[in-house]
């Protein structure tokens, strides 16, 4: 049942920073994620702060570098669909493409999809694990089998969002506006491992409002996929994935970006995968490679060794695809 809260639906970014300055606000945009959490209490809110009477945040347009900005409050079912993100990145479009179900495609926000909260089963459950302050892991000796194997300890969550991978391999910044005023930050310096950040799992103050994601002109021309493993055949979170970004010519790497998924607490560069393939033309040995390379350090818990070989899979059918 959801507890009480008071809800204020706001008509500026202003507005919205300075009520979410109040501690126990929470930021409401597709609420996909956040009424999911409330209603099971894995965290409570004393004030819902909506961001849905702010136009300027949604819709997707071209920027002066050649690349795009993307309102956080745009639909992901939009980012999927629209045509200037097939074309200049197509692997962000798949990886919008492949969230969760249509319907929550159509509420469900780019903004929230980075900002959503953890899935472990622990965490989302009537347990008191480190994630909420607690003093134990119970996924550490317990159920583990959708957990890290690279980057975990003292809390082995996944980073759950389809979009963070693919929006790091192509170099996107996020925008973000706070009681500090506005600051620009590349994704992949956006999430935060256990080590840093125990309870949460980014950057964001209170107060902050991700306000826009602003693809660049120089990865818009560079051929980019993102290929999802995952347990059901739809509607479902990643077992793994990788968002790969190429410069390309003909078949010869000039330059690349990898970044794993559902594998770690935040997206997972893999410098290994785009060590193996830079300046190498892409075949099926260089690709065996580079999987290879990608589990190398890879340090599974009881029940999730799986990842390894599905890792491995999914770095070499991507490469294959490319070429
Ligand atoms: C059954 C199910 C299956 C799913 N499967 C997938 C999947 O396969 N892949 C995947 O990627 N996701 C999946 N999801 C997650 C879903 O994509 C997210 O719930 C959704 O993207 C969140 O967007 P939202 O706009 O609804 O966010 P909300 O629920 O409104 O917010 C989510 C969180 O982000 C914060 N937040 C939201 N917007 C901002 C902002 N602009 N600035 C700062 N903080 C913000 C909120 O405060 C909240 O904590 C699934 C969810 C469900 C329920
Ligand atoms: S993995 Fe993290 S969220 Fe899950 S039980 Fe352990 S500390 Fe809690």
Not at 57 to 83: K, N
Not at 169 to 178: E, N, P, T
């Amino acid at each position: 049942m959801l507890a009480n809260f008071s809800y204020v639906r706001t008509q500026s970014v202003d507005e919205a920073v300075e009520h979410l300055s109040d501690s126990g606000a929470r930021l409401h945009a597709g609420g996909t994620d956040l009424l999911g959490c409330l209603r099971d209490g894995t965290f409570s809110a004393d004030k819902v702060v909506s961001l849905s009477g702010i136009e300027q945040l949604s819709g997707i347009r071209p920027a002066s570098d050649g690349g795009l900005r993307i309102g956080a409050l745009t639909r992901i079912s939009e980012v999927a669909s629209s045509a200037l993100v097939k074309e200049r990145y197509p692997g962000l479009a798949q990886a919008a493409g492949g969230v969760a179900s249509p319907q929550l495609r159509n509420q469900g926000t780019l903004g929230g999809n980075l900002c959503q909260r953890p899935r472990c089963w622990y965490y989302r459950g009537e347990f008191h694990c480190l994630k909420k302050g607690g003093t134990k892991c119970y996924a550490l000796d317990g159920e583990n089998r959708y957990h890290a194997i690279f980057g975990g300890g003292p809390c082995y969550i996944v980073h759950p969002s389809d979009t963070a991978p693919a929006l790091i391999s192509l170099k996107a910044k996020l925008i973000i506006q706070g009681r500090k005023g506005e600051r620009s930050l590349p994704v992949e310096e956006f999430f935060e491992l256990p080590t840093m950040n125990l309870t949460g799992e980014n950057v964001l103050l209170r107060g902050d409002v991700v306000t826009e994601i602003a693809l660049p002109g120089e990865t818009a021309g560079w051929k980019s996929s993102y290929r999802k493993v995952r347990e059901r055949g739809a509607w479902d979170f990643a077992l793994s994935s990788l968002a790969l970004a190429l410069r390309l010519n003909g078949s010869r790497v000039l330059q690349a970006r990898a970044v794993l998924g559902g594998v770690a607490p935040i997206p997972w560069r893999c410098k290994a995968i785009e060590e193996a393939v830079t300046g190498k033309q892409l075949d099926s040995a260089i690709a065996r490679q580079a999987a290879l390379a990608a589990v190398e350090g890879a340090e599974p818990m009881e029940q999730n060794g799986y990842k390894v070989a599905l890792v491995r899979g999914i770095v070499e059918e991507s490469l294959l695809a490319m070429a």
